[in-house]
């Protein structure tokens, strides 16, 4: 070991950072993906085995027939189309009015141009959570639930 050069010593040190950076990004990737893991092999537990008291990863048998029921049971591809249709929709408005309001800021000058600006940024920063509720109210009063 005392006869490596400083320039084998360094390419050392680099390949043990690199390796124990790789073995952290596994062990963060397998911790998120544990939730979809529980989440699949759930699905596939016998309905008395889903709710149990006793928690358990695997359940005494595999059955495929619960995605057809639930299929069956709720119209999960109007569902599908409800989901794809409000995000395709919510991405093409963003898409229309960023470009314009983007032209507006960039190419015209006028007075309260840079606060009517961080106001257009504020509003686009504001996550779904917060407005959830009173689009929903709004939404209920229009009739447009259910």
């Known amino acids: 070991m005392a006869d490596l050069s400083f320039k084998e010593k360094a390419e ?8 124990i950076n790789y073995t952290l990004l596994v062990f963060c990737a397998s911790l998120s993906m544990f939730p979809f ?4 092999l759930t699905s596939l537990k016998p309905s008395g085995e889903v709710l149990s008291s006793k928690i358990e ?19 999960f ?7 794809l ?10 898409l229309i009015t960023s470009s314009m309001a983007a032209y507006a800021f960039s190419r015209l000058r006028f007075k ?12 686009l920063m504001i996550p779904q959570q917060v407005i959830i509720i009173p689009l929903f109210l709004m939404m209920n009063k229009m009739g447009w639930t259910n």
């Open 12 to 19: 050392r040190n680099q390949k043990i950072k690199t390796v």
């Open 37 to 40: 893991v529980w989440m699949i």
């Open 57 to 75: 990863l695997f359940g005494s048998r595999i059955e495929w027939s619960n995605y057809s029921t639930a299929w069956n049971y709720l119209p």
């Open 77 to 83: 591809g109007q569902f599908m189309f409800n989901s």
């Open 85 to 94: 249709f409000v995000a395709v929709m919510g991405t093409v408005i963003t």
């Open 112 to 123: 309260g141009r840079d606060t009517l600006f961080g106001l257009y940024l504020t509003t």
